[in-house]
């Protein structure tokens, strides 16, 4: 089945998503910052390694990717922020540091990757996922940082589709608001959790295993002539409302 990179394999949505793609048969190498926790999953996923590295280095894609193996099946790029401020309180460096995360990092992902993806495609060609938020196409107040910087990889996704085809596949997955430890400063109160699931047509939040599904499925075979698309996984919020 090949091997897979998955930046921010010990998140939520990462580690979900390497656990979708392992029952698929795909061996992986995850990276991610801590070296402790990528051991702790590399061990129970079975067939993985792993890198250790911050993305604020440019440095560490390239490694990653020659640590990864000379030739890759997908690439996930499950990094990312949620910094909620309204205009009045974002700063440069707030905006500067979600564009890097967001955007910077998925765009230096693939850049490092493109050569081994497009070796370790096969016939179906290779996948890569890249995370944006409803947000972008819904617009939410307190978002204009997070959003701008999703709505970059968007962009970004879109044009190297067209790009990097027919050997390379690029598409988005596009979450609401989905119960992981990077949202845990408002998942964690479950008043504004309930709240928030009440907005959705399907009135829950997302669980990390909803988002790993569909992100697993566009990197397999399954999804060989899919390719430029921004998929919602969003419980019907970006586009229904059931309450008048």
């Given at each position: ?40 999953a590399a061990e129970r996923l079975g067939e993985t390694t792993f890198s ?193």
């Amino acid at each position: 089945m090949g091997r897979v990179i998955i930046y921010g394999g010990t998140g939520g949505i990462g580690l979900a998503t390497a656990a979708a793609l392992r029952a698929r048969g795909y061996a992986l190498h995850l990276a991610a910052r801590e070296g402790d926790r990528l051991s702790e999953a590399a061990e129970r996923l079975g067939e993985t390694t792993f890198s250790a590295g911050d993305i604020a280095d440019p440095a560490f894609f390239p490694a990653a990717t020659e640590e990864a193996g000379p030739d890759l099946a997908g690439l996930v790029y499950a990094v990312g922020t949620i910094n909620l401020r309204p205009l009045g309180r974002l700063t440069r460096a707030d905006v500067e540091t979600d564009f890097r995360i967001n955007a910077l990092g998925a765009f230096s992902a693939v850049q490092a990757a493109a050569g081994a993806l497009k070796r370790g495609g096969g016939e179906a060609g290779a996948g890569i996922v890249l995370f944006s938020t409803v947000a972008v196409a819904q617009g939410f107040a307190a978002h204009a940082s997070v959003a701008m910087a999703k709505g970059a990889v968007e962009g970004l996704a879109l044009s190297l589709a067209a790009e990097l085809a027919p050997q390379i596949r690029v598409n988005v997955v596009a979450p609401s608001l989905t119960r992981t430890p990077l949202a845990a400063a408002i998942t964690g109160n479950e008043t504004l959790a309930q709240g928030i699931a009440a907005m959705h047509a399907i009135p829950r939040l997302g669980r990390p295993e909803d988002v790993g599904a569909l992100a697993a499925f566009l990197v397999s075979d399954e999804a060989a002539w899919i390719t430029g698309q921004v998929i919602g996984v969003d419980g019907g919020r970006s586009n229904l409302r059931t309450k008048g």
